[in-house]
């Protein structure tokens, strides 16, 4: 048996959602504590937080989830991004600041995002690596409520968590916009659960579409509810006329896709099951309704039909509503950066689309790599970005310029394109007939989105000041542009020292309680490895079914970046009507190559013992 693991005391910055006030772990003492250890930027961490609402609800006398906000990007570190992110997302329970990272390690997180469960008394029990936990979280925290009250250390009574003042604006963190043909602004008020038609000068309200709570209901517009509604894409007419909708929205956390009849404002599904993809990658059509999907970012009506920016699972997917179909697009769920063929690209989290002038050309705001990337003839290139760890503010040469978590692109006339550069707070432009980016304008507030008007003004929809912000004439001019060389940083993570020449990873992967491993569909693992620089891995790259796998490192390269992507599916045990389950994980390691140092590298898919 396992000698028991005393939980570390939580220490940061500070804490929000107490009221001002400080926790210790010794507050806890009595519950039962998820420790989520987050970044606002990862899709994956804010599918966990959809994950512990239902879990909060049910459980809320006996469990306090406490969300430990360990940043990736440099923005992430500001404690008011932190605290509006927080809003933005709906996170109903306490958080802790911990800007440098001191937690993560204390813990020994590994990716982001990780669970660490600690009992009543105060000790680790179970870390979790990644998302799709809610139901072994369920059947644990079942288990550690009948223990303790056996033993009489379980008490029951409300949490720590202390609701902030509700905020009065017309718009509450939009995510996207477009413009209609009167000549107003859809948005996607995406705190508010809903779209919000607005006049020309982009501030008066006309009318909101959407009951403005969190659901998933279709019907009128008064009664029609969303989640987290992000990307807005109108129809072409003859399109428009078959489908019987005018627009579709990526109603990102609902995992759905929904039309909207522009007359009436009328809602209805038009994709997707409401379940989160967790399947293996295929190139078929599928019936739209039929399928799941991941987060969807952002859409775009590119090759006769819209483009979804599939940012749950880092692809691009589309989907016919004429035909009613959807599928796979572009990208292997692998999250990293790679060019080449659509079926070969690595994406990492794509939350922006825009199609070009001319119709020929995708621009893609791929955010976790900080990089502007684009479609054209069936093949993904980068305009601008080095990858998933690399970002800043740096302009000139494309090849050596840098960005921060970019949402949103917007194609111009002349070829170029704006970029939404979210976490520098800027709007930046590429020229591709120059091969240069340059600076447009700063000082926003995240911004996430950009819509051109047919009067050549650009909007700028100001998400972190919950309004449409207008540049000022003249900024697309060539002198109306500056040249920035800001700071560059790169995420530096701990790396792991690896010895040369043969490694064994093994992925640690132990079903929760009540649940096994279920091969009715064929084997109920899959190992994807891969190296970034490619030449860090003489074997053991590709994919395969067994979560062990002898890998040869290059001794003479001095480190890269491991990338392994791992499932397990599951089934509940001995239950007559056995629901299924998929457990998946994506690890970035980085690597440093030492002699001497260890021949093994353990990554947890999901542990239940400390």
Not at 101 to 120: C, E, F, G, K, N
Not at 517 to 524: A, I, N, Q
Request: charged share 20%; proline share 6%; glycine share 10%.
């Amino acid at each position: 048996m396992s000698a028991r693991v005393r939980a570390p005391e939580l220490r940061g910055r500070g804490w929000l959602n107490t009221g001002g006030r400080d926790l210790r772990l010794s507050d806890l003492r009595g519950k039962i504590v998820i420790a989520d250890f987050w970044t606002f930027c990862c899709v994956n961490c804010l599918h966990v937080l959809d994950e512990l609402r239902p879990l909060e609800e049910k459980y809320g006398d006996v469990l306090v989830v406490i969300g430990v906000h360990s940043p990736k990007f440099e923005h992430e570190k500001d404690p008011d991004a932190l605290a509006a992110a927080v809003e933005r997302y709906g996170v109903h329970h306490p958080v802790l600041d911990d800007p440098e990272l001191d937690m993560w390690q204390q813990y020994a997180a590994r990716a982001w995002p990780t669970l660490s469960v600690i009992d009543p008394e105060g000790y680790v029990v179970a870390t979790m690596a990644g998302e799709g936990h809610a139901e072994g979280l369920a059947r644990l925290v079942d288990d550690l409520i009948a223990t303790h009250e056996a033993k009489g250390t379980l008490h029951r009574g409300d949490g720590p968590y202390v609701p902030p003042a509700e905020p009065v604006t017309t718009l509450r963190f939009p995510g996207k916009a477009v413009l209609l043909e009167n000549g107003n602004l859809l948005v996607s008020d995406s705190a508010r659960h809903s779209l919000a038609e607005l006049a020309p000068d982009g501030e008066t309200l006309v009318r909101r579409i959407g009951a403005g709570t969190r659901g998933r209901v279709d019907g009128p517009a008064g009664a029609a509810t969303f989640s987290e509604p992000q990307g807005l894409c109108l129809l072409p007419a003859h399109a428009a006329e078959v489908a019987g909708y005018d627009l579709v929205v990526a109603d990102t956390v609902n995992h759905l896709l929904r039309g909207v009849r522009l007359a009436d404002g009328e809602v209805v599904t038009v994709a997707g099951t409401g379940r989160q993809w967790r399947s293996t990658v295929d190139d078929h059509a599928h019936d739209a309704l039929s399928v799941d999907l991941s987060s969807p970012w952002d859409l775009a009506w590119y090759d006769d039909r819209i483009v979804i920016a599939m940012a749950g699972i880092h692809q691009l997917w589309w989907f016919d509503p004429v035909k009613r179909t959807a599928g796979m697009y572009a990208g292997t769920t692998v999250e990293a950066l790679r060019d080449g063929p659509l079926a070969e690209a690595w994406m990492a989290q794509p939350s922006g689309l825009s199609v070009s002038a001319d119709g020929a050309r995708l621009w893609v705001a791929d955010s976790e790599t900080s990089a502007i990337r684009y479609v054209e003839n069936d093949v993904m290139g980068t305009a601008v970005g080095q990858g998933l760890f690399d970002f800043g503010h740096v302009d000139g040469p494309a090849s050596s310029a840098l960005l921060q978590h970019p949402l949103g692109v917007c194609a111009l006339p002349d070829g170029s394109v704006l970029i939404a550069d979210t976490y520098n707070g800027a709007v930046r432009r590429y020229d591709p007939e120059g091969d240069r980016v340059s600076t447009v304008a700063d000082g926003l507030a995240e911004p996430s989105d950009l819509v051109l008007t047919p009067a050549g003004e650009v909007l700028v929809v100001e998400s972190a000041a919950h309004r449409l912000t207008r540049l000022a004439p003249g900024a697309l001019s060539a002198a109306g542009a500056s040249t920035v060389d800001g700071p560059r940083h790169r995420t530096e993570r701990k790396p792991t020292d690896l010895a040369a020449g043969e490694v064994t990873l093994d992925v640690v992967f132990t079903p929760a309680p009540g649940q096994k491993l279920d091969e009715t569909y064929g084997p109920s693992t899959r190992l994807v490895v891969s190296a970034s620089p490619p030449e860090l891995l003489l074997e053991g790259a590709g994919t395969g079914t067994e979560l062990s796998r002898r890998l040869v490192v290059n001794g003479d390269v001095a480190g890269g970046v491991l990338q392994v992507t791992a499932q397990a599916a599951t089934c509940d045990a001995d239950v007559e009507h056995a629901a299924c389950h998929l457990t998946r994980q994506d690890w970035g390691v980085p690597v440093r190559v030492v002699d001497g140092a260890a021949a093994r590298l353990p990554l947890v898919l999901r542990g239940l013992d400390a």
